[in-house]
């Protein structure tokens, strides 16, 4: 997720395409370059997809799964993961894309997750002739498969994907069994930072939710669906043991003590223990090949063995961290 000022820059770049007689005159000219060639290789009947283009972070870890990276040539800004997936041109967020960018990489498809926009710039992909598919993203074992199947019949590796899928299924029955057997499911709240202002709180049906539930614990906020701005009544109303963060939600608002000291935080249970959890954003909240990983972290910090404590619990748990 791009920072406050990083929006506001993607923002005025579209303003300023959209002004720009020139720069708008251009893309007119590359949608129709496009078209052609895309009209071209239809014909041909060429399919192999050797200029992939992947607009979302959980659809680049799959594709690296799937062994077919060879053929990448652009992500978003939201694919953090693998290292080497950072190193590719970055076409922007895929909540603010701009066509222009895209079609001057001449990709023969483009992947994106159902959230991906916004409408008119992936109508007019589609317009200049250019093979777009949606990838859905639902937030569940489930839909970790589901999503790996619709990557991998989109790039033709179905035969690659049902080893990996075995694997994920496997490991999801596993730490679903764990979580059956937990003698306590520690309340836990999700915050998130998108700026400068109030952090969010999650609510049901989010992907936070649906990983606090998959780890063993319960999601604080039953009043409302999606994100809300924290406020003392929901925070009374939570109740939390446990608060969880991003890594660039704890930086935004401070670091461990600048969440913790928070007046409506402090009084909580949570506060008062001092029990924060971090961890990175996409392995957290992603729901790609290494879920299974972060559910079993979290459920580490979350039912920690009778020896251990919450300090100890993710001290040898790459991506994350808790703060006492």
Do not use: W
């Amino acid at each position: 997720m791009l920072s406050h000022n990083e929006d506001l820059k993607v923002v005025e770049h579209l303003q300023n395409c959209r002004n720009a007689g020139a720069l708008c005159f251009l893309a007119i000219l590359l949608v129709f370059a496009f078209a052609a060639d895309a009209a071209r290789a239809e014909q041909s009947g060429a399919k192999a997809h050797t200029r992939i283009i992947s607009i979302g972070g959980s659809i680049t870890e799959i594709i690296y799964a799937l062994g077919a990276a060879d053929g990448l040539i652009a992500v978003d800004t939201t694919s953090r993961y693998p290292l080497a997936a950072t190193r590719l041109p970055n076409v922007g967020y895929m909540r603010q894309l701009a066509i222009e960018p895209i079609l001057a990489l001449n990709p023969t498809i483009v992947l994106a997750e159902s959230d991906a926009g916004p409408p008119t710039v992936l109508k007019q992909l589609r317009a200049a002739g250019v093979m777009l598919r949606i990838i859905p993203d639902n937030p569940s074992p489930q839909g970790v498969v589901d999503k790996i199947r619709s990557v991998a019949s989109a790039l033709g590796t179905e035969s690659k994907s049902e080893a990996l899928i075995s694997h994920l299924e496997s490991e999801f029955s596993r730490l679903e069994n764990r979580a059956l057997t937990a003698e306590k499911r520690p309340t836990v709240l999700f915050l998130l930072s998108v700026g400068s202002g109030t952090p969010l709180a999650a609510g049901r049906e989010t992907s936070a939710a649906r990983i606090i539930e998959l780890a063993g614990g319960r999601n604080a906020i039953e009043a409302f669906e999606g994100f809300k701005p924290l406020s003392p009544e929901v925070i009374a109303a939570a109740n939390p043991d446990v608060i969880l963060v991003t890594e660039r939600t704890r930086k935004r608002l401070g670091g461990a003590d600048g969440v913790m000291r928070r007046p409506e935080i402090a009084v909580t249970p949570a506060g008062q223990k001092g029990h924060l959890v971090t961890m990175d954003g996409l392995l957290l909240l992603g729901f790609g090949p290494r879920t299974p990983t972060a559910i079993e972290m979290l459920a580490a910090a979350l039912h920690p063995s009778p020896a251990d404590d919450l300090n100890v619990a993710l001290e040898n748990a790459q991506y994350s961290s808790i703060e006492p």
